[in-house]
């Protein structure tokens, strides 16, 4: 086997294992969902950086 099958087996491997344990501990923070407004910073009001040049 080539050293490149091996290196995509090992990553297919590993992100096989990780979605599993993903499965199992479940959502990171369940019921979070996206705030009104469309994103940006609290508190920035999306004109740019101010007098920052």
Do not use: C, T
């Amino acid at each position: 086997m080539s050293v490149l099958a091996g290196f995509v087996l090992l990553l297919v491997v590993v992100f096989v294992v990780a979605y599993g344990v993903g499965r199992q501990v479940g959502p990171v923070a369940p019921g979070l969902r996206p705030g009104s407004g469309g994103g940006g910073s609290p508190g920035m009001d999306g004109h740019g950086m101010g007098g920052m040049r």
